[in-house]
């Protein structure tokens, strides 16, 4: 092939050099990258607005609940929170290239932090008085601004709001190696009798499901087709390479760091339920198969929303393809390869990770090899990635 490849770039160079003009090849590719352009788009617009359209179903649910705790409203709750997880998950590929979810205010850290620690929020098993509700001195109000004040206040995992709070407060602490945690209903119930402050943990409840919905709208609305001057109108004018930057980036760097490294390995490693993302409701298997299902999405260019309607249209592989087919080919088995071992990782992930199941591993090995596929290809569009 070198030989081959070599006699044809001394052919080509003594052609050209008989021509005293010759003109610029037009890049055949400049069309198929805006009308990737589009489709990135719209499929960002159409998750979020899943997303957001999910989290306003499960504040009904909780609102509900609230109004009147019973053990069917507790359950209707939690398969509202299961339901909403789905689009957001593949949202999270749209993470990593400064935009709406991540610029100030930095939407994300208050939608979907983790991991977290249970007795900054609420009781616990040996510590009955503990978090934000149990603490009437430092907390007399419950509110939007002291959680917002307190999400991730002295540390990390001192999370106070998003997805993960609102399923520690429906599902409890999880000390079970079959299933998810097993919160009675009777902990949001006057006179209950399982547990104090029972008011104030409905409040919370309460209060953090509306701000999810709230931060999700704004995030929402930057991607908005009919919004004026909001972050997607600012994205079509981005020139290509700047487009390429971002859809690589973001791609390649949740492949190898964060799906293949945080949220797959270091629980690998550590054995840790505390590890895993959504280890209150034993979900952390669809959190991990929707994350690279959202990179097959952007990538290939079909998203299937909510309704069951299909968004797609030119993408990231066409362009690959349209230059280098064989890399087109290559990065969409990758893929997809990927999406199917993440569905063979055995449910509950805590206990998988405590078994140090294989499949785990090769999820790993074969995102790293997915994100560092993509640095390659990125490459050869004058794009440089680093993970």
């Not at 509306?210 to 001057?229: F, I, R, T």
């Not at 230059?323 to 992930?349: H, N, R, Y």
Request: hydrophobic share 35%.
């Amino acid at each position: 092939m070198k030989k081959t490849f070599i006699f044809f770039t001394i052919a080509t160079i003594s052609l050209v050099s008989c021509k005293k003009e010759d003109p610029k090849p037009m890049d055949l590719s400049a069309p198929f990258k805006a009308q990737a352009k589009e489709t990135y788009t719209k499929i960002a617009w159409a998750v979020y607005e899943d997303s957001y359209l999910t989290a306003v179903t499960l504040k009904s649910k909780v609102d509900a609940f609230v109004a009147n705790p019973t053990a069917q409203g507790l359950e209707e709750a939690k398969q509202a929170w299961l339901d909403a997880r789905e689009p957001y998950g593949q949202s999270e590929v749209f993470r990593f290239t400064d935009g709406p979810i991540d610029v100030d205010p930095g939407y994300e850290g208050y939608i979907n932090s983790w991991p977290l620690d249970e007795s900054f929020i609420d009781y616990v098993q040996g510590n009955p008085t503990s978090g934000i509700i149990n603490d009437l001195v430092n907390f007399p109000v419950i509110d939007k601004a002291t959680l917002i004040n307190q999400n991730q206040n002295g540390s990390e995992t001192n999370i106070a709001t998003g997805y993960h709070a609102i399923e520690f407060l429906l599902w409890g602490q999880d000390f079970s190696a079959s299933g998810p945690g097993n919160r009675n209903f009777l902990d949001f119930k006057d006179g209950g009798g399982t547990a104090t402050n029972e008011d104030r943990r409905r409040a919370y409840l309460s209060v953090c499901t509306e701000l999810l919905v709230d931060m999700l709208e704004a995030v929402k609305d930057q991607w908005d087709p009919n919004g004026s001057g909001n972050y997607r109108a600012n994205f079509l004018t981005l020139s290509d390479d700047a487009f390429l930057q971002k859809i690589f980036g973001q791609t390649a760097v949740l492949s190898h760091n964060e799906l293949a490294g945080e949220r797959l390995y270091v629980a690998y490693e550590n054995g840790n339920q505390e590890d895993e993302q959504s280890c209150f409701s034993d979900n952390t298997h669809r959190d991990i198969i929707l994350d690279a299902q959202g990179i097959q999405n952007l990538i290939e260019g079909n998203y299937k929303r909510v309704d069951g309607s299909i968004v797609s249209g030119t993408s990231l592989y066409h362009v690959i393809a349209l230059s280098f087919s064989d890399d087109a080919t290559s990065i969409k088995t990758m893929i997809d390869g990927s999406v199917t071992l993440a569905e063979s990782i055995p449910a509950p992930f805590d206990q998988a990770i405590i078994n140090q199941d294989a499949s785990i591993l090769s999820t790993v090995h074969n995102l790293q090899d997915q994100g560092e596929k993509l640095v390659t290809i990125a490459a050869k569009f004058n794009i440089t990635i680093t993970l």
